[in-house]
């Protein structure tokens, strides 16, 4: 089973019809039916309800099966502490970028594993430890 981190750009398309909503389904997939193991940082579902909320297109009973339906995934969540915080604080001094956005590049770091995100400063930072993978490229099922 293969060990992948995801940004909350990604999963906002598991709610939102948009551009490579199909490949974030597909990776979905890959998580439900266990061919594909996922991390996130603990503000993930915070981030991802967030977005949700400001694309004005979910209202209250949405949101809270949203919600709910994040709860239910059982993805593993990695609170920020330690180390793996650490690296996320110098990560996003030495690059310039939110907090949030380091610990996804610092989580995929630590794990040694990819990032899958849609986010144009991941996609840009370029880091030779993390190999940073737009979600347009994750395989669709047919």
């Known amino acids: ?3 992948a981190v995801i940004d909350a750009s990604v999963a906002v398309k ?3 019809d948009e551009a490579h909503t199909r490949a974030a389904l597909a990776l979905q997939s890959d998580f ?3 061919r594909l193991t996922l991390r996130v940082p603990s503000h993930f579902p915070y981030e991802v309800l967030n977005a ?3 694309s004005r297109r979910f209202r209250n009973p949405e949101l809270i099966e949203a919600a709910r ?8 969540t990695v609170p920020l502490f330690g180390a793996y915080f650490e690296q996320t604080v110098a990560l996003s001094l030495q690059e310039r970028i939110t907090i949030y956005d380091a610990s996804y590049v610092a989580l995929a770091a630590a794990l040694e594993c990819p990032l899958f995100t849609a986010d144009a400063i991941l996609l840009e930072l370029g880091r030779r430890d993390v190999r940073t993978i ?3 490229d ?5």
């Open 14 to 16: 598991w709610f939102l």
């Open 52 to 54: 949700l909320t400001s």
């Open 134 to 136: 737009h979600i347009r």
């Open 1 to 3: 089973m293969d060990l």
């Open 69 to 76: 339906d994040l709860d239910r995934s059982d993805m593993v």
């Open 138 to 142: 994750y395989p669709e099922r047919v």
């Open 32 to 34: 439900i039916e266990g």
